[in-house]
């Protein structure tokens, strides 16, 4: 218990991820092998880069949780290859056998591992709209999959999960209660949130970021994202957070990554839209106080005129 509350302690304070780290676990297909963020949860954290030929699409977290009676992986992984190299990993840490897959969202590195655990005959589940998702643009998915992981994407095909819930699906295995919430809209259609409240841990996936900046999609309400974190995400009242991306971590930082961030970047765009400022001109407030976060050269002006395409008709 002291070495993993250690272990946490380092990771969450510390800010070790970037994208020009090289793979952190070369002999895998995972970026990082798993670490055990409290005894029993355990996060193979991934690249906070877009996906590459080199992280192998691993650039999101690979959770799992072990119990008594089985084992719960959050994230089918990014292909049938990664899901197979993290079922390695778990191997090596019980013998318990792996019961349910938990998607946190539609997106291909949540989903496009799921064909490997079907086959094992897994129980895999996700929101409805992250199934309706995968259900209409999966085979878009895949191949986006497939150009940048190439000879990586081999046997990966398009399995959407066989369980799908609207608000709260309750699991009870050995002795421990999980909960997959869907606790309102936030990044992306179906956003998972994987709470077990005897432990205080919430794997929160794209509700929550610290070390990478936010992605804002052209269907991201980012009112409604800050409504669903300042309401029913804070109030779990979570002790650790093990995020989409990035290392575990507490609700402070996942705070000032996520919710601060988009309270900053509205303010600047409401101050543009109140001076008559254009889209074009939106894509320049200023962003300097986030350029730390990864990603940032990649998403900043992207986010920037996307909140200005939604606030224009606030």
């Not at 297909?29 to 030929?53: H, Q």
């Not at 089918?76 to 190299?85: E, H, I, K, N």
């Not at 056998?97 to 655990?117: D, S, T």
């Amino acid at each position: 218990m002291i070495r993993s509350v250690l272990a946490f302690t380092l990771l969450a304070t510390t800010a070790l991820a970037s994208e020009d780290i090289a793979d952190k676990y070369p002999q895998s297909e995972l970026y990082d092998k798993p670490v055990e963020v409290i005894p029993g949860v355990y996060s193979a954290i991934g690249a906070t880069a877009p996906p590459t030929y080199e992280n192998s699409g691993h650039n999101n977290n690979l959770s799992f949780i072990v119990t008594g009676d089985g084992v719960v992986v959050i994230n089918g992984g990014a292909s049938v290859r990664l899901a197979a190299a993290l079922h390695d990993e778990i191997k090596a840490v019980t013998d318990q056998p792996v019961k349910l897959v938990i998607n946190e969202n539609g997106q291909g590195h949540a989903i496009l591992g799921n064909a490997y655990w079907a086959d094992l005959g897994v129980d895999i589940l996700a929101h409805a709209d992250a199934t309706h998702v995968v259900q209409e643009n999966g085979d878009f998915i895949l191949q986006g999959m497939e150009r940048y992981n190439r000879d990586k994407a081999e046997g990966t095909r398009v399995v959407a999960a066989n369980l799908s819930f609207d608000d709260k699906y309750v699991i009870e295995m050995g002795g421990l209660t999980i909960e997959a919430l869907h606790l309102g809209p936030a990044h992306d259609p179906g956003d998972v949130q994987v709470w077990i409240p005897a432990w205080k841990i919430v794997i929160a996936g794209d509700i929550a970021f610290h070390e990478r900046m936010p992605p804002i999609f052209a269907e991201t309400c980012t009112s409604c994202w800050l409504e669903t974190f300042e309401g029913p995400f804070t109030d779990l009242g979570a002790t650790y957070v093990i995020p989409g991306h990035g290392h575990p971590t507490n609700m402070a930082m996942v705070t000032m990554g996520t919710s601060d961030y988009l309270l900053d970047l509205r303010a600047k765009i409401a101050a543009h839209i109140d001076a008559g400022g254009d889209l074009a001109g939106a894509y320049y407030v200023d962003q300097e106080r986030w350029k730390h976060m990864d990603t940032f050269e990649e998403l900043a002006t992207k986010n920037a005129g996307r909140v200005f395409e939604e606030m224009e008709w606030e």
